[in-house]
């Protein structure tokens, strides 16, 4: 936890090389953790949480490829801890967070078509919440994000109506 808000720190202060580094250091080492305790599910929810941000990191850097196998994982370990509590809204949460990572990296590495399923997954999710608390700002923010970013991935692999109703319904919330 504190290697982390290093790491953001070093974020922060525009040393990127570093923070990439150090965040690396801690996924190893919290990969390492869940090897051998593998019941432990904050564990495994750390790591992909870890590999979330890797990827955060990596699309900052330009480096999209390497940011899709990171985000891909997250996704991936997210989706395997979700399917052991469908109701567990904080994993449901990551997960889609972790999605709409996975789909920020596609256009940028010349793979806008591979992003829509991602956002799409966010926001079927981040519907779900949006329509049981429609007063929460942060729930209608995370869902005009994840339409707009469906909407501009539509738009860029050759779906230009739907990619316009998703990003106009994305603006109106």
């Known amino acids: 936890v504190i290697r982390s808000a290093l790491t953001r720190l070093a974020f922060a202060a525009g040393d990127a090389r570093a923070a990439l580094e150090e965040l690396l250091e ?41 940011a899709i196998a990171h985000a891909d994982l997250a996704v991936e370990n997210l989706r395997e801890l979700a399917s052991f509590d469908d109701s567990d809204d904080t994993v449901r949460s990551r997960l889609a967070d972790a999605d709409i990572v996975a789909g920020m990296a596609r256009p940028q590495a010349g793979r806008p078509g591979e992003a829509v399923p991602c956002f799409r997954a966010a926001r079927t999710w981040i519907e779900g919440q949006h329509a049981s608390r429609p007063e929460d700002a942060s729930t209608a923010g995370q869902l005009g994000n994840a339409l707009c970013s469906e909407g501009l991935a539509e738009i860029a692999s050759g779906a230009t109506e739907s990619g316009r109703a998703h990003a106009r319904s994305g603006v109106e919330l």
């Open 26 to 66: 801690v996924a190893d080492g919290m990969n390492r953790l869940v090897e051998q305790h593998p019941v432990r599910l904050s564990f495994r929810r750390a790591a992909a949480e870890l590999e979330r941000d890797i990827a955060v990191a990596l699309i900052q850097g330009g480096r999209d490829e390497d």
